[in-house]
């Protein structure tokens, strides 16, 4: 089974766990793998203090 490497976790893994991409630029699926792409998002929400601003305007 074919395994790409994760850019961010360094593990080897199936490209049923990287999210596709039709960006020839990705190689058709992205860098980094679904665990570490939520962990991501949850990192930005998190550094994101646009809420909480949001929360302080109203
Ligand atoms: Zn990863």
């Known amino acids: 089974?074919?395994?790409k490497q994760c850019q961010r976790?360094?593990?080897?893994?199936?490209?049923a766990s990287y999210i596709a991409?039709?960006?020839?630029?990705?190689g058709g699926s992205l860098p980094i793998c679904r665990q570490c792409l939520a962990k991501?998002?949850?990192d930005a929400y998190r550094e994101d203090k646009g809420w909480e601003t949001?929360?302080?305007i109203c």
């Open 40 to 42: 991501q998002i949850d």
């Open 9 to 15: 976790c360094k593990q080897d893994k199936s490209f």
């Open 21 to 26: 991409v039709n960006s020839p630029i990705h």
């Open 1 to 3: 089974m074919a395994t």
């Open 54 to 56: 949001v929360d302080k």
